[in-house]
C-alpha cells in the first residue's frame, strides 16, 4: 500500500518563508505528476503548485514568483519552498501524486497525503 508525508508546516511571520516535504512510500513503480494543494475552512481545496515526471512545473498564479516546486525522484519527494508568505498563504497543505502502484503502466492511481497546517501570523 502507498502513502504520502508530508513534513514541514508550522508557525511563520508575514515575509517568512518555509519548507514543505512529501514523501511518497510503499510498493511504486514509478512517480508521475506530484503536487501541493491547499484548503482552507469553508473554501474548496486549491492547487498550489505541481510538478510533472518529466519536471515541468505549473503554479498558481497567487504564489509564482514566491513559491517553488522541486523534486527529488531518487527519494521519492517532493519539495514546496515558500517565501514571502503572506497571511493568504495560511492554510492546510496538502501533497498529491500519482503513483503507479502496480507492474502494468496503467496501473496509476491518485493519493493524498494527511495535510500539514500552515499559519502566517505576526
Known amino acids: 500500500q502507498a502513502q504520502l508525508v508530508e513534513s514541514g508546516g508550522g508557525l511563520v511571520q508575514p515575509g517568512g518563508s518555509l519548507r514543505l516535504s512529501c514523501t511518497a512510500s510503499?510498493?511504486?513503480?514509478?512517480?508521475?505528476?506530484m503536487g501541493w494543494y491547499r484548503q482552507t475552512p469553508g473554501k474548496q481545496r486549491e492547487l498550489v503548485a505541481d510538478i510533472t515526471d518529466g519536471g515541468s512545473t505549473n503554479y498558481a498564479d497567487s504564489v509564482k514568483g514566491r513559491f517553488t516546486i522541486s523534486r527529488d525522484n531518487a527519494r521519492n519527494t517532493v519539495h514546496l519552498q515558500m517565501n514571502s508568505l503572506k497571511p493568504d498563504d495560511a492554510a492546510v497543505y496538502y501533497c498529491?501524486?500519482?503513483?503507479?502502484?502496480?507492474?502494468?503502466?496503467?496501473?496509476?492511481?491518485?493519493?493524498w497525503g494527511q495535510g500539514t497546517q500552515v499559519t502566517v501570523s505576526s
Open positions: 498529491n501524486a500519482d503513483l503507479q502502484t502496480g507492474w502494468k503502466s496503467y496501473s496509476v492511481y491518485n493519493y
Open positions: 510503499g510498493t511504486i513503480y514509478s512517480i508521475r505528476t
